[in-house]
Every structure is written in structure tokens, then in C-alpha cells.
């Protein structure tokens, strides 16, 4: 059963829904926003509480009530910003309702998108996804993995350095995610070794608007192209950030290619791989990145032959009744508040083209 008709839904109160849910509000609607969290703050409340706002590097006000400028650098995101949301959310008057999990979308046959919910269903003429990454934490595939007798964990379970002491400690990953372990578990794990698949590209200067612009460009070519997107880092490189600069001092950006296999107490190189041997080790944390959030939509039959789904901007292009926000260029802060004004005017567009019912 319906639980309710509206015209427009956004499903998540990340960065990027509440950007899109204030420009569809400037546009006139009313939209719902569905949160699957227990309260406000999206992916930032369940980041780890060692990660403090001197550390953090790119959050971005919310368009139209900026953040207190004056925050204590040492307080952790996880509390900062899902307060700031809050704050957000209350002023705005924004119509969240949480906790509520999106399981399928779906059209039906006059042309609506039916959500189906742990709550019941809602039914809307435009629908705007705002899922985000942080609940899909990504684990690529090594022989042996399975048999690893010591710890293994995702960069999404890093709850600080503590716990770490005296081990020997292996990061996988080449993004700000591993720079932030690496920086605060040296000198309290017995021992550290950093592995990539690529050698990092460190980025000397300023990252201004011009240079993020471009970043965002590149991502964007790939969903344009229909082909899984890759993490915004990919193409600005790593900057001199908090933790890139404490773990440079710390003397832990030593980078190890990628090992062959993990065997049981350690992971191996092959010979022909340039390093060869044997490293010991009784942890490895996966700073491996995230994929998208979009297992919800899978009833569109949006994916292409690549993986990936075609966007334009922020508009499905197999679904003209949905945005995607927080996808690709907009899953980073860099993206999330124009992908959510490129949104808002798609659904504009839309439903002012379109009659609220079909003719008889």
C-alpha cells in the first residue's frame, strides 16, 4: 500500500541530498527526504573519532548557512558536522524522515517511481538519490586472504590508533583514507608498511576552484561514458594535507607495491615483481576506498555493458524521472552542493514538462 504520493523524493541527508533538497525547495517543491541513519550527519557520524577537524581535508558549507568558522580544530567530524546538519536541517525546515532504508526503486505504469521502504512505500514523480558510498567499503580480492589468521578491517572500522599498539600493521591504499592511519598508528604499532597498486602522485600548491573543477571534469567523462566511476583522488593526486605532512614526519610514506598473495601471517611479492619476499604481519587495514551505494535502483535496469550507469551531469540517462547525486564527480565535498543544484533544475525541468497525471 501507498503510504504517500509527493512530487519529489531525495533519498539521503548526506551533503549532497541536503544541497539538492534546498535547491528543489528555492525551486518551489516540497521534497521528502528519506535518511537511513539514526540522525543527522550522514556518513560523517560514523567516521572514526580520532579524525578531528584539523585533520579532515575538503568539508564544505552547506549552501545558504555556512558553518561556524570558529570550531575547535581538535573536536572530532563526527560530532562537528552531523551537529552542523542538524542545525541545518532544523532552520531549513527540511521534511527528513529517519530512519527509514530504501530498498527498491521502481517505475510503474503511470510513470512514477515507487520507492519501497522498510517503512512502507512512497510514490513520487522525480527522485533524487543522494546514497552516497560509505555503507558499500570496498575489498579487493587477494589470493589468501581468506586464510590470514591475524585481523583484517576496513578503513570504514578505523576507530583510531589504540587499538594497534604493538602490532605490525600493514595499510593497503592510496588515498587520504590510508594517509590518516598511517599518520596516527606510527610509533604505536610495533610496525608499519604502506602498499598501493599505483605509486602515489603528490600534489605541490594551492587546490583552487579552477583545479578542482578540472578533477571533477575527468570523473565525469567516465559516467558520461557509462563506466564505473573513479574516486575523485584519483585524478587530484594526494595534497600536503594534516596527515600527509604527519605521517611524512613520521617517516611512514615508504610505498610497497601491491603483494602477490597473503598468506597466513604475512603477504608475499613474487620474485619478478621488484621486491620479492616476505613481510610479517598480523593486521592489514583496507583503506581501499568505497563503491556506490545504488543496489536500491537495480529494478531500472540502469547499468551499462561497462558497470557503470550513464549519467549526464546528474540525470539518469536510461530514467529521466531520476538524479543521480553523490555519484561520481559529486560523491566527493568538491561536487556534492553543484551536483545538487544541477539536480534541482533537472527535476525543474522535468516536472514542468510533464503533466502531473497522464492524459486520458
Given at each position: 500500500m501507498i503510504v504517500?504520493?509527493?512530487?519529489?523524493?531525495?533519498?539521503?541527508?548526506?551533503?549532497?541530498?541536503?544541497?539538492?533538497?534546498?535547491?528543489?525547495r528555492r525551486f518551489g517543491f516540497e521534497p521528502v527526504v528519506l535518511d537511513a541513519g539514526d540522525g543527522a550527519g550522514g556518513a560523517w557520524r560514523h567516521r572514526s573519532p580520532s579524525l578531528t577537524m584539523d585533520k579532515v581535508h575538503g568539508i564544505f558549507d552547506l549552501p545558504g548557512v555556512p558553518r561556524d568558522p570558529e570550531v575547535d580544530g581538535r573536536r572530532s567530524v563526527a560530532e562537528v558536522v552531523p551537529a552542523y546538519y542538524a542545525?541545518?536541517?532544523?532552520?531549513?525546515?527540511?521534511?527528513?524522515?529517519?530512519?527509514?532504508?530504501?530498498t527498491s526503486v521502481r517505475r510503474d505504469q503511470d510513470g512514477r517511481l515507487v520507492l519501497a521502504?522498510?517503512?512502507?512505500?512512497?510514490?513520487?514523480?522525480?527522485?533524487?538519490?543522494?546514497?552516497?558510498?560509505?555503507?558499500?567499503?570496498?575489498?579487493?580480492?587477494?589470493?589468501?586472504?581468506?586464510?590470514?589468521?591475524?585481523?583484517?578491517?576496513?578503513?570504514?572500522?578505523?576507530r583510531g590508533p589504540e587499538e594497534f599498539s604493538g602490532r605490525n600493521v600493514i595499510v593497503v591504499g592510496g588515498g587520504a583514507s590510508a594517509m590518516h592511519v598511517l599518520s596516527e598508528i606510527a610509533g604505536i604499532a610495533a610496525g608499519t608498511a604502506w602498499v598501493t597498486r599505483r605509486p602515489p602522485v603528490f600534489r605541490d600548491g594551492d587546490f583552487g576552484e579552477n583545479a578542482r573543477r578540472e578533477a571533477v571534469a575527468l570523473v565525469e567523462e567516465r559516467v558520461r561514458a557509462g563506466l564505473p566511476p573513479q574516486s575523485v583522488v584519483s585524478a587530484t593526486g594526494l595534497g600536503y594535507s594534516t596527515v600527509v605532512r604527519e605521517a611524512l614526519a613520521k617517516g611512514v610514506l615508504h610505498r610497497l607495491p601491491m603483494f602477490?598473495?597473503?598468506?597466513?601471517?604475512?603477504?608475499?611479492?613474487?620474485?619478478?615483481?621488484?621486491?620479492?619476499?616476505?613481510?610479517?604481519?598480523?593486521?592489514?587495514?583496507?583503506?581501499?576506498?568505497?563503491?556506490?551505494?545504488?543496489?536500491?535502483?537495480?529494478?531500472?535496469?540502469?547499468?551499462e555493458p561497462g558497470g557503470g550507469i550513464k549519467v549526464d551531469g546528474t540525470q539518469a540517462v536510461k530514467e529521466p524521472a531520476l538524479q543521480l547525486v553523490g555519484y561520481g564527480p559529486s560523491a566527493s565535498t568538491i561536487g556534492a552542493n553543484r551536483a545538487g543544484r544541477t539536480a534541482a533544475r533537472n527535476v525543474r525541468g522535468y516536472l514542468t514538462s510533464r503533466p502531473a497525471r497522464p492524459a486520458a
Open positions: 504517500e504520493e509527493t512530487e519529489v523524493v531525495v533519498i539521503g541527508a548526506g551533503q549532497a541530498g541536503l544541497s539538492s533538497a534546498y535547491f528543489l542545525a541545518y536541517e532544523e532552520e531549513l525546515g527540511l521534511d527528513v524522515v529517519r530512519p527509514v532504508k530504501v521502504t522498510d517503512a512502507g512505500e512512497w510514490s513520487a514523480r522525480a527522485v533524487v538519490n543522494a546514497t552516497g558510498t560509505w555503507t558499500r567499503p570496498h575489498w579487493p580480492y587477494y589470493p589468501g586472504a581468506a586464510g590470514f589468521e591475524g585481523r583484517q578491517l576496513h578503513y570504514a572500522s578505523y602477490d598473495r597473503v598468506t597466513a601471517h604475512g603477504v608475499t611479492w613474487s620474485a619478478d615483481s621488484g621486491t620479492g619476499g616476505f613481510l610479517a604481519a598480523d593486521t592489514i587495514i583496507w583503506a581501499t576506498g568505497f563503491r556506490s551505494a545504488l543496489d536500491h535502483l537495480a529494478p531500472l535496469r540502469l547499468r
